[in-house]
Nanobody, 110 residues
Framework: VQLQASGGGLVQPGGSLTLSCAAS????????MGWHRQAPGKQRELVAY???????YYADSAKGRFTISRSNAKNTVWLRMSSLKPEDTAVYYC?????WGQGTLVTVSS
């Protein structure tokens, strides 16, 4: 499975951004798709994931502000991020099965 993430950029605190991750290849094997992030000097952490059947998990840092969604037909997963804070600044990676996307940088700054 190949994953292509997009949608990162610079956003002001309190703003919103939507990340997209398109999967290609043997997508039938992918049950869980997720988003992770790695801030400068920190370890990569799980942000949220969604299963093919729609079960969703959010890390505490994402609850109430981020929304993960998925289209099995389009082999795409999105992460809608709202009320962004400077501490959300990180490279965001999507994952699917054993595969990882290339990462997209989100910078929250005024």
């Amino acid at each position: 499975v190949q994953l292509q993430a997009s949608g990162g950029g610079l956003v002001q605190p309190g703003g919103s951004l939507t990340l997209s991750c398109a999967a290609s290849g043997n997508t039938f094997s992918v049950n869980i798709m997720g988003w992770h992030r790695q801030a400068p000097g920190k370890q990569r952490e799980l942000v949220a994931y969604i299963t093919r059947d729609g079960f969703i998990y959010y890390a505490d840092s994402a609850k109430g502000r981020f929304t993960i969604s998925r289209s099995n037909a389009k082999n795409t997963v999105w992460l809608r991020m709202s009320s962004l804070k400077p501490e959300d600044t990180a490279v965001y990676y999507c994952s699917g099965g054993e595969s990882w996307g290339q990462g997209t940088l989100v910078t929250v700054s005024s």
